[in-house]
């Protein structure tokens, strides 16, 4: 409780109100320095055997972590046990063609699917698409913003926005005095996204790939990793850098480097078969 109450201006504090109810059912009867690691191996391994993926769990383990952590800063334990993670399934990278893009965007309908075509424009994550207000947007100057408590990095973004953007927005005036998008969940439908997908003829693809999407035509088309991290409201390189292997242009004025080594010819020429 003690947790939650530092927590209570997070914006994923109905997540960890989750992630804590599920340690609850076990680790309820156990006192703090009674949390071991093979306990808490224990509770790793049945939230894995639940079915869900890799991230998921680690998601939960990152929450024991931090009540751990945070119940040693307070005296309340000498020392906070490690806490193992899984290797993090969520580094995929799926991302459409042109082509590809195109027929999922005429298989989706209404909302959605003008959420997706701003989304493929910027890079949003899909809860910032959903709350974006008109007060963060600013047409004139070609920008939007995302508040700090509403960024997943803890961190105000400010997005450019494209061609593409701006048409979507002019199009999107005077359907909401506030939102942007009129859309009445707060959460996306993914069945119906899903199944859009689906007639689509695309395997494998989720709403969040459509950042992804984003992110890789970027860099297919020049821009920077530095410039894409900023863009995107990364906190880190390191979640950019799985992007790197979709261009090597940032390379090829080095790839001439070797040049001036020489190589005799013959080390390289292969024997010839003697013929009768």
């Known amino acids: 409780m003690r947790y939650l109450d530092e927590q209570e201006n997070s914006r994923t504090i109905e997540n960890t109100k989750g992630v804590l109810r599920y340690l609850c059912e076990h680790l309820n009867d156990k006192t703090l320095d009674s949390i071991t690691k093979s306990v808490i191996e224990d509770v790793r391994l049945h939230k894995k055997s639940t079915g869900v993926k890799n991230s998921t769990v680690n998601r ?63 890079g949003l994550r899909a809860s910032n698409v959903i709350d974006l207000r008109w007060s963060e ?66 395997e494998n693809f989720r709403w969040h790939d459509l950042r992804h999407t984003w992110a890789s035509w970027h860099i297919q088309n020049g821009t920077p990793l530095h410039v894409l991290k900023e863009l995107g409201g990364w906190s880190d390189l390191k979640m950019v850098l799985r992007y790197a292997h979709l261009s090597s242009e940032h390379l090829s004025g080095y790839a001439n480097n070797s040049k001036q080594i020489s190589f005799d010819d013959k080390i390289l020429s292969y024997p010839q078969r003697k013929t009768a």
């Open 60 to 122: 939960t383990m990152t929450v024991l972590r931090a009540v751990l952590n945070a119940a040693r800063e307070w005296d309340w334990l000498d020392n906070a046990p490690k806490v193992k993670m899984f290797s993090d399934d969520s580094a995929r990278v799926r991302f459409l063609t042109q082509d590809e893009a195109n027929r999922l965007l005429s298989e989706l309908r209404g909302e959605l699917r003008v959420m997706a075509k701003f989304t493929l424009a910027t």
């Open 137 to 202: 947007v600013n047409l004139a100057r070609r920008t939007a913003w995302v508040k700090a408590e509403n960024s997943k990095s803890g961190k105000a973004i400010a997005i450019p926005l494209n061609d593409d953007a701006m048409r979507i927005l002019r199009e999107q005036i005077g359907k909401h005095k506030e939102k942007v998008f009129v859309y009445n969940q707060r959460q996306l439908s993914t069945k119906e996204f899903t199944n859009a997908v689906k007639r689509a003829g695309i």
